[in-house]
């Protein structure tokens, strides 16, 4: 293992106490973020004022980025750029796979994937009229529901709930077999392990920063098109961004070469200079090396709670190959259970209805954080510590 992961967690700033397992949530600040903010703000903004665009770069920040996060999931140069939501990358990537495999009239997914894509996908489908329809799935039957009526397969390649990992590469090939195009979510895969979008030979991707790759809350999504499809792939949000001269201010639309046309509007300059800083941390990072320890951070951490938390039920796979990068118990008492671990210093979180999901991310979480937590869940779950009523008093909403 050449990554040295010391280095990656003195990299964060991380509160004195605290064990972080919900960088799968929301990633902690990354040390150089700060002064990278500061110096955006009051030395290119501050200073410049709108010559900014181009003497500071930020016009091409979205391709600089896109770039970076290009090596994380095996995506080729000049084929991801950044900008706007996860939501709304969601729907430019179904808007355009459907303009390209006109005559067919189903978005395919499966029961497992986050509501959030789910929403985007019907409501795209009952924009477009009554003849396109999303249908659905379960996870485990998505190879045997594609057919020659599928237009789209809209998959996130990992269950935010469990963990459970779908099969990338043989996915996409049994949907390319039957001409189906696909759309793949990666918010709980890129930083997680490595991805492989070439390889897999993946025609559309999305995903979102500010988990794994700790861009800090609100962080810009972002958007791969495979190279075989830039030119060919029509943006349904023709922003000016992605005009082929959005300076000309023509009246009429024109996209933009490659994946430039997937820009709409005005790029997040702030939020891009914290995502460039905290991808900094990246730079000494092999991906093998992260699967490697993340895999052994979660085999450590099941067989601790599985000793000494007899009534939590695992609910993550123990392949490895059908793993992400978090481990999930099931608990009748999973919220009450979560807000006493959170008091007592460890932060994970839970999902409805029964999920406690700890993400173990080796950037900043070490073997020692692991046996910790597992020691103060046991102790959670052994004296019910969890059963005071502050502890069963919903607290809010939370991004998942």
């Not at 099969?167 to 997680?192: I, K, N, P």
Request: hydrophobic residues 45%; charged residues 25%.
């Amino acid at each position: 293992m050449t990554t040295d992961f010391d280095a990656t967690r003195r990299a964060f700033d991380l509160p004195e106490g605290v064990i972080y397992l919900d960088g799968n949530s929301l990633g902690p600040l990354p040390r150089g973020v700060a002064e990278r903010l500061a110096r955006t703000v009051a030395d290119e903004w501050g200073r410049m004022l709108i010559t900014g665009w181009n003497r500071a770069g930020w016009i091409g920040l979205p391709a600089r980025v896109g770039d970076r996060i290009a090596r994380l999931v095996g995506a080729e140069p000049g084929s991801v750029v950044m900008g706007d939501t996860l939501s709304v990358k969601v729907y430019q990537a179904l808007a355009s796979a459907l303009d390209m495999n006109p005559g067919r009239r189903v978005i395919l997914s499966d029961t497992g994937n986050f509501p959030s894509d789910l929403y985007i996908a019907d409501g795209l489908a009952r924009s477009l009229g009554p003849d396109i329809r999303l249908k659905l799935a379960e996870p485990e039957a998505l190879a045997a529901a594609l057919d020659d009526s599928v237009a789209v397969l809209l998959v996130t390649e990992v269950d935010y709930r469990t963990g459970r990992r779908h099969d990338m590469a043989a996915l996409t090939a049994r949907a390319q077999e039957l001409g189906v195009l696909t759309v793949w979510d990666l918010a709980h895969s890129a930083g997680a392990f490595p991805v492989g979008l070439a390889a897999c030979n993946a025609d559309f991707a999305v995903g979102c920063t500010y988990k794994y790759l700790n861009g800090g809350p609100g962080a810009p999504a972002f958007i791969y098109v495979a190279p075989r499809h830039q030119d060919r792939a029509r943006p349904a949000l023709s922003g000016w961004m992605g005009h082929e001269a959005p300076f000309a201010f023509d009246l009429d639309y024109r996209p933009a070469p490659g994946v430039e046309r997937m820009r709409v509007g005005t790029p997040p300059v702030l939020h891009l200079a914290a995502l460039d800083a905290a991808l900094d941390v990246w730079d000494g990072v092999d991906m093998d090396d992260l699967r490697a320890r993340s895999l052994e951070l979660g085999d450590l951490f099941v067989r601790l709670v599985e000793a000494d938390c007899p009534d939590l039920i695992l609910a993550t796979p123990r392949d490895h190959a059908r793993r992400g990068s978090q481990v999930s118990f099931r608990h009748p008492q999973g919220y009450a259970i979560m807000q006493a671990l959170i008091a007592e210093g460890v932060i994970g979180d839970f999902r409805a209805p029964d999920i406690l999901r700890f993400g173990l991310t080796p950037l900043y979480v070490g073997l020692d954080d692991v046996r910790r937590a597992a020691a103060v869940l046991a102790r959670v779950t052994a004296d019910r510590l969890w059963d005071r009523p502050e502890f069963r008093r919903p607290a809010g909403r939370a991004v998942t």
